[in-house]
């Protein structure tokens, strides 16, 4: 599976950004999908994630309320709305992907996904 994540930029602070996951090679809707970042100096923490099926989610405490992830089957996306964005949000965005599993399964963990896209940098101007 290969995975591109899209759609960082500048925004500035209280404002909305859209993340787009596209994979080649495999179907999404065959996956379970996970976003997670990596700020300057920082390790690699946990966003959101979405099971295979699309009926479990999960986010990051830091981040519920603010994000919601959704797939689109037709267009083999998978998307991470990112609203009332703050300044450390600031971040490269990867998606990441685990085929196995059940259709339920929704890993949080960086160890639970055997596949990762190249990062879309969000930067969250103050």
């Known amino acids: 599976v290969q995975l591109q994540a899209s759609g960082g930029g500048l925004v500035q602070a209280g404002g909305s950004l859209r993340l787009s996951c596209a994979a080649s090679?495999?179907?999404?809707?065959?996956?379970?999908i996970g976003w997670f970042r990596q700020a300057p100096g920082k390790e690699r923490e946990f966003v959101a994630t979405?099971?295979?099926?699309?009926?479990?989610?999960g986010y990051a405490e830091s981040m519920k309320g603010r994000v919601t992830i959704s797939r689109d089957s037709a267009k083999n996306a998978v998307y991470l709305q990112m609203n009332t964005l703050k300044a450390e949000d600031t971040a490269v965005y990867y998606c990441?992907?685990?085929?196995?599993?059940?259709?339920?399964?929704?890993?949080?963990?960086?160890?639970?996904?055997?596949?990762w896209g190249q990062g879309t940098l969000v930067t969250v101007s103050s």
């Open positions: 090679g495999r179907t999404l809707s065959s996956v379970a």
């Open positions: 979405i099971s295979r099926s699309g009926t479990n989610t």
């Open positions: 990441a992907a685990q085929p196995s599993g059940r259709n339920s399964y929704a890993p949080t963990r960086n160890r639970e996904y055997d596949y």
